[in-house]
């Protein structure tokens, strides 16, 4: 049996556990550099679960985990469709094969054709559901699940770098919360349930709009095993109301070749009911079974913090420095996708001043800001150490406004896009302002605002002037 969490934290997304476990297989080859996410997640949660889940979230998105989620999510209704198609192959090719081109069709074969592969594969299924159910085991047999699972991470143009570590992590999750027979099996019955209403559609339109002579045919068996097989499979139709055929003519058998076919009709009910009673309905509750375990289960998820490789970051977060502590009342709700933190109304939001990789020179604060309008004032050179005691302070206390004060002078890199990123993520809005340098030819302000314009950051306010900053942190203040 599967270990259980240590402590009892609250549940967690299913994407954020399997975060996790693709970031430890990642660290397998080598320790990542998680200085500033570690300092971070410290600040932002207090459990051990919370805690180790944002920093897989933080280096998700730095090392490009998150985008090939989406690539996965996105790969998944591709896989989807293809091995419906797979599905419908198999439920239908010896179908294909039966009808033909001719107008005559062997009614035992076209069955065998419609629910054979189908059938046995579901009783093998719900064979191995009843032993993993008994035996408390999360194993899932091979299943068309598990294949479209595997193909969509391995779709060639959708196949992001890390999309085999994404499903092997998913593989982690569903193995110790012993879910991989139910998500597998909710994927596989809802293709085979999509495939049979293609197979019902199919046959409906063929008999509908041609003409064929449905028979019993044999070489070697004789007319009362067709009287069996017809009492066995047409006894749940018939008494559920379906029209099924009353008995059996073998045409093509020795000495019972007859000039006159059977009526086809109630041969094209039966065959018709048997594939919506023994294929659909029973894929469609057993579908309804899986999904309803699912969600039961999803809702409870636990990250294995017993796990050694965990067990690790949570001494690591334990021998960091106590992070301030914040009032509940001036937590702020975080939204994933949202470029900023939300303020909770009813608590001030301060204003704060900071000021990037400026000139030594450079004065500061600078002339033309209200000192009252911002409650904290800091200026970094762009150390880590500095970046991450700047971003530590933001995170711990109440979203608040700030303005970001750059030289003139500079042209945005990726270490400014990295910090301006950082620290919208802490606070309730940003603004930008590029200072004139001591030389105003090299000045060109209008870099940062093609550049804002250019990426996602267009949330963030321009002011190219000190009075656009002032106006900025004075409307800002007043709400």
Known sequence: MSPSPVTASASAPFRDIALAHAVRLLEEAGALDDAGEMTLAHARQHSEQDRILERARLLGARLGLLTDWSRLRGALWLAAVLTVVLAYGLAGGLLAKALGTGQTINAALAFVAVLGVPVVALLLWLLWASGAVLFSSGAAPWSLGQFMLGLAARLPWLHGPHSLNLLRGIHAVLRDNRLGLWLFGAISHALWVLAFSLMLVTLLVLFSFQSYQLTWETTILDADFFERFLAVTGWLPQALGFV?????TVNGAAGA?????PPSLPIALWLLACTLLYGLLPRLLAFGVCAVVWFLRAGRLRLDTRDPYFRQLAARFAAMAPATVVDAEHAAPREPGRLFRTPVPG??????????????EAAWPPAGLDAALYEQVHRISGTMSERLQLLTALASGPPANVLVVFTAAASPDRGAERFLRQVCAEVAACALWPQASSNPKQDKPERWAEWLNATDLKAVAWCPAPADAQRWLEARAHG
């Not at 070749?257 to 076919?261: E, G, H, P």
């Open 347 to 360: 608590v001030p939001v301060p204003g704060v001043l900071i000021g990037f990789e400026l000139p030594a």
């Open 244 to 248: 099924v055929p009353q008995s059996v």
């Open 257 to 261: 070749v007859l000039n006159s076919a």
